[in-house]
C-alpha cells in the first residue's frame, strides 16, 4: 500500500477523536509530502536538527512533534516551531524548554514522559514522582503540560501491554480532572490498537504508515 493508503487506513481505524501522529524519522522529505497531499498535518519526529531541517522544506501548516529523547542544548533551535515535545523526561528540559519558549514569546505544548514499562532503558519519569512535580510546574510559565507520554515494553504479551497503559490512563484521569488535561500519547505501529482501548488520544505511528526505517532509531 501507499503513504496516502496508509494514512487514510489509519485515519479510518482511529475515527476522529484520537489524533494521528506520523512518525517521520529518518524519512525523506517527499515520503512526507505524500502523507502532506493525503491530508496529515501531524508529523513527529526524534531528532531536533533533521525536524527543523524539514520544517524548513515543508508547508507551514504542518504540527511538528518532537517524540524523542531531548538534548538541552538543541531545544533553542526548536523553540520558534515546535507544536508540542511529547518526550519531557526530565526536570531540565522543562527548565530549557521554559527559558527558550519566554525568548521567543511563546508558550510551548508538552508532555511528561513516565515510566510504565518493564525495560529499565526507557526514559521518563516514575509515576510516584509525577505528584510533586506537577506541583512545580508553575515555575515554568512558558511551558504549558497538556498530559503524558508513555511506551510499553515490547512484547508480544498483550495483557502487559495492556496493564501498563491502563496504569498511565488512570494516572492521566487524575490529573485530566484536576488540571484540565487534555493529551495522553500512547501507542506506536505494534501496540496503537490497545493504547485506543487504553484511552490514548494520540497515537505515534511510523513504520506501519512509511514502510520500515533503514536503519534502527
Ligand atoms: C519511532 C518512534 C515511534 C514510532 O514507532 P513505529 O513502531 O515505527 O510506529 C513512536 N514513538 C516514539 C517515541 C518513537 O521513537
Not at 509530502?33 to 522544506?57: D, H, L, P, T
Not at 508547508?59 to 516551531?81: C, F, L, R, S
Not at 511529547?86 to 511563546?106: I, T, W, Y
Request: proline fraction near 3%.
Amino acid at each position: 500500500m501507499s503513504i496516502a493508503d496508509n494514512i487514510k487506513k489509519h485515519r479510518e481505524i482511529l475515527g476522529e477523536k484520537v489524533e494521528l501522529v506520523a512518525v517521520s524519522k529518518t524519512k525523506p522529505v517527499e515520503a512526507l509530502e505524500e502523507a502532506y497531499a493525503a491530508g496529515q498535518r501531524i508529523f513527529g519526529e526524534n531528532k531536533i536538527q533533521e525536524m527543523v531541517s524539514k520544517w524548513e522544506q515543508l508547508p507551514k501548516d504542518i504540527e511538528w512533534h518532537m517524540i524523542g529523547h531531548v538534548q538541552t542544548n538543541k531545544i533553542k533551535y526548536m523553540a520558534p516551531m515546535v507544536a508540542m515535545v511529547h518526550g519531557v523526561d526530565r526536570e531540565k528540559v522543562l527548565k530549557e524548554l521554559n527559558k527558550q519558549a519566554a525568548k521567543c514569546d511563546r508558550v510551548i505544548d508538552c508532555l511528561l514522559q513516565v515510566h510504565i514499562a518493564q525495560e529499565e532503558t526507557k526514559f521518563g519519569f516514575d509515576p510516584a514522582e509525577v505528584d510533586e512535580l506537577v506541583g512545580r510546574l508553575q515555575a515554568y510559565p512558558n511551558v504549558r503540560v497538556r498530559g503524558f507520554m508513555g511506551m510499553a515494553t515490547n512484547t508480544d504479551e498483550e495483557t502487559v501491554v495492556e496493564q501498563e497503559f491502563a496504569s498511565l490512563n488512570e494516572l492521566f484521569r487524575k490529573f485530566k480532572a484536576e488540571k484540565d488535561w487534555d493529551v495522553l500519547s500512547m501507542g506506536m505501529s505494534g501496540d496503537y490498537q490497545i493504547a485506543i482501548k487504553q484511552g490514548s488520544t494520540h497515537v505515534r505511528i511510523g513504520s506501519a504508515i512509511f514502510g520500515a526505517r533503514n536503519y534502527p532509531i
